[in-house]
């Protein structure tokens, strides 16, 4: 029997009032593969993370992350996922060292002393453990949260723009550490990104959402030769501009009324 996806969405809807932010969303991500989700400003990314972690209610649909029902047991899986985001501050007062303990405390981390050591060198905070979270550059809070996210080795990593802030270099060096731990790890990632060689270069499989909706779906090469394109930020600039062909024009009449 094949193992179940690691991340499970079913016609995942999420209203605030008269705004439809995630609109029956469905897709499936295999253990050990990489999804990115791609859209525009207010496209529904983050909420649709948020939803994935439990920290927003859905409006309707469901949830499995490691075959756990996450609208009824996300407990049982929380402590397997962890998540990146540059719209969740960690609290400013506490110093690098003392966001890592608590946040490995709250994860179980086994040995939690050596692997802040461990993780703190990986993302080269090791030199500012011991500073006030809230007097870093932006540049350095992203690294720690990622950081954060890493430390208790996830098998399901959801990161929203995780290289937001980076300059190019450490933000390829963060790419290429991801990829290493993806690969050694067999973990699963969700990755949310305006980065589109980001999103070649890292993701097995991208969902272009508009509006909420999915729009396309496929690998970076399968929507490169769809859309006819060199690279994704054509591609991405087709659908904002309304000159993508859509899931509509897949379908045998090819979308026509
Ligand atoms: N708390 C909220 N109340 C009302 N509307 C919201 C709320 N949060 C998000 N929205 C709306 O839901 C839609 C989806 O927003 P979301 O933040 O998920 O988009 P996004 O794809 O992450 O965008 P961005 O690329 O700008 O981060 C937008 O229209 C947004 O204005």
């Not at 999804?35 to 948020?50: C, R, V």
């Not at 270099?169 to 990755?191: C, F, K, P």
């Not at 097995?204 to 690279?231: M, N, T, Y």
Request: charged share 25%.
């Amino acid at each position: 029997m094949p193992a179940a996806p690691s991340i499970a969405v079913q016609h995942l809807r999420k209203v605030y009032g008269e705004i439809v932010a995630v609109d029956d969303l469905s897709f499936s991500v295999p253990r050990g593969t990489v999804l990115g989700l791609l859209g525009g400003n207010g496209a529904g990314k983050t909420t649709t993370i948020a939803m994935l972690l439990g920290l927003l209610e859905p409006t309707g649909g469901s949830i499995g992350i490691l075959g756990i029902d996450m609208l009824k047991r996300r407990y049982a899986a929380l402590p397997r996922m962890n998540f990146s985001s540059p719209y969740v501050d960690l609290p400013h007062r506490l110093t690098v060292r003392q966001n890592l303990q608590f946040y490995g405390r709250l994860y179980g981390v086994k040995d939690l002393r050596h692997r802040i050591v461990e993780i703190a060198e990986h993302m080269q905070v090791a030199p500012f453990l011991d500073r006030a979270a809230g007097k870093l550059s932006a540049g350095q809070k992203t690294r720690v949260a990622l950081a954060k996210a890493l430390i208790n080795k996830p098998d399901v990593l959801l990161l929203d723009e995780p290289t937001a802030s980076l300059d190019p270099d450490t933000a390829d060096w963060v790419r290429g550490y991801l990829e290493s731990y993806q690969h050694e790890t067999h973990s699963t990632i969700l990755l949310a990104s305006h980065n589109m060689g980001e999103v070649e270069r890292l993701c097995d499989d991208v969902i272009l959402l508009q509006a909420g909706k999915v729009f396309e779906r496929g690998s970076p090469r399968e929507l490169l030769e769809r859309f006819g394109r060199e690279d994704m930020e054509e591609v991405f600039l087709d659908m904002a501009r309304g000159r993508g062909r859509g899931l509509d024009a897949l379908k045998p009449d090819g979308g026509q009324p």
